[in-house]
T-cell receptor, first 116, second 115 residues
Framework: ETGVTQTPRHLVMGMTNKKSLKCEQHLGHNAMYWYKQSAKKPLELMFVYSLEERVENNSVPSRFSPECPNSSHLFLHLHTLQPEDSALYLC???????????????FGPGTRLTVL | AQKVTQAQTEISVVEKEDVTLDCVYETRDTTYYLFWYKQPPSGELVFLIRRNSFDEQNEISGRYSWNFQKSTSSFNFTITASQVVDSAVYFCALSEDGGYQKVTFGIGTKLQVIP
């Protein structure tokens, strides 16, 4: 595997379910990000991890719970979601600690989430 | 506060036509970086180019070129002789230093190249 991978690629869940999204980066990067991409809206930054420490929680509802057990893996735990949470969830990584403005980010293909 | 505006939400061109994607940004910082990313139908955003605020030289990479003008706060992207494989959503982004890398993305421009 190369780059940034995300599983599952598609997920349909009910409002009472609990599920998790997984992201893995094979690039040796030190920072990882979760974004939400909804139709007709800019990408919304949800969480930032730098060297496994959360450095930003961008006013995200508590029904989204991130976890970063090591610098290569990032999870997004989901519970009691709402239909408006349906979106493409993108994971990204960047080489250095999360304060380097010049770093490009490397994205995974995303998980298409549908909440019924 | 930083802001990125991509006024063109969708563009359709016929193959081999040239097309320019507009990007206008707002920031109070003097040091910042501008990016373009491409999102093909497969979903992942792919990095295309980075420009820092002190480098206004235009750049050309094959059929792609970028025009950075600080005077108008614009960072436009031109594809010459477009091809069907260029069909994608293109995002302009602005990055400022903060406690973490604060990246603001535009809404994206969906480009459809018709054979």
């Amino acid at each position: 595997e190369t780059g940034v991978t995300q599983t599952p690629r598609h997920l349909v869940m009910g409002m009472t379910n609990k599920k998790s999204l997984k992201c893995e980066q094979h690039l040796g990067h030190n920072a990882m990000y979760w974004y939400k991409q909804s139709a007709k809206k800019p990408l919304e930054l949800m969480f930032v991890y730098s060297l496994e420490e959360r450095v930003e929680n961008n006013s995200v509802p508590s029904r989204f719970s991130p976890e970063c057990p090591n610098s290569s893996h990032l999870f997004l735990h989901l519970h009691t979601l709402q239909p408006e949470d349906s979106a493409l969830y993108l994971c990204a990584s960047s080489p250095n600690r999360a304060g380097r403005a010049r770093d490009e980010q490397f994205f995974g293909p995303g998980t298409r989430l549908t909440v019924l | 506060a930083q802001k990125v505006t991509q006024a063109q939400t969708e563009i359709s061109v016929v193959e081999k036509e040239d097309v320019t994607l507009d990007c206008v940004y707002e920031t109070r910082d003097t040091t910042y970086y501008l990016f373009w990313y491409k999102q093909p139908p497969s979903g992942e955003l792919v990095f295309l180019i980075r420009r820092n605020s002190f480098d206004e030289q235009n750049e050309i990479s094959g059929r792609y070129s970028w025009n950075f003008q600080k005077s108008t706060s614009s960072f436009n992207f031109t594809i010459t002789a477009s091809q069907v494989v260029d069909s994608a959503v293109y995002f302009c982004a602005l990055s400022e230093d903060g406690g973490y890398q604060k990246v603001t993305f535009g809404i994206g421009t969906k480009l459809q190249v018709i054979p």
